[in-house]
């Protein structure tokens, strides 16, 4: 059981670049989700999804692109890499329960830090 | 949008120490986590809860749901707990209940 992996860890574009970000998890959760995370801000969500075929934006989602063609796979690209975009990516998921959401522990990928230079 | 307010931001404690860790926000939820990130490394769930304490280990968290409020306590701290603790509580406490806002975290260093 790996949970949630993401690939690269590590990644460094030039401006312009387009990329793909990996995040796969092996343990059916219906939820996954990226965020990114800044020196002195909190997380940030990117794009979210509910299940295969449905996404939405989430706080900050411009310059960025998902989908969600299967359960276990989110990918999250960059079609137009800007240094603005230097952070480091994190994704997670976990169940969805409507209702007592109490009961839906969150488990994030190691992270991916992106340099666009 | 769940404001949420953590302090101190920052922590610095000796060895053997009891920390306390606070955690307030401003839309009522029904549960709420407590997140771990060390230096450079991932995210890691410690707790999810949504009423009165858990206990894992040295650490407990504490939540008052009609106050809106969360503490993170470490018992006896070691240097092994320096890191970030991150408290998420959910958006709101309706449909979409599911996705998380996120505190600034409490950078907590504990010098041996």
């Known amino acids: 059981n790996a949970g949630v992996t993401q690939t690269p860890k590590f990644q460094v574009l030039k401006t312009g670049q387009s990329m793909t970000l990996q995040c796969a998890q092996d343990?059916?959760?219906?939820?996954m989700s990226w965020y990114r995370q800044d020196p002195g801000m909190g997380l940030r969500l990117i794009h979210y999804s509910v299940g295969a075929g449905i996404t939405d934006q989430g706080e900050v989602p411009n310059g960025y692109n998902v989908s969600r063609s299967t359960t276990e796979d989110f990918p999250l690209r960059l079609l137009s890499a800007a240094p603005s975009q230097t952070s480091v990516y994190f994704c997670a998921s976990s169940y969805l329960r409507q209702g007592a959401w109490g009961n839906t522990e969150a488990f994030f990928g190691q992270g991916t830090r992106l340099t666009v230079v | 949008k769940n404001e949420v307010e953590q302090s101190p931001q920052n922590l610095t404690a000796q060895e053997g120490e009891f920390i306390t860790i606070n955690c307030s926000y401003s839309v009522g939820i029904s549960a709420l986590h407590w997140l771990q990130q060390h230096p450079g490394g991932g995210i890691v769930s410690l707790f999810m809860?949504?009423?009165g304490k858990k206990k894992h280990g040295r650490l407990i968290a504490t939540i008052n749901i009609q106050e809106k409020h969360s503490s993170l306590h470490i018992t006896a701290s070691h240097p092994r707990d320096s890191a970030v603790y991150i408290c998420a509580p959910p958006e709101g406490s309706g449909g979409s209940n599911y996705k998380l806002t996120f505190g600034k975290g409490t950078l907590l260093t504990v010098n041996p």
């Open positions: 343990m059916n959760h219906e939820y």
């Open positions: 809860l949504s009423s």
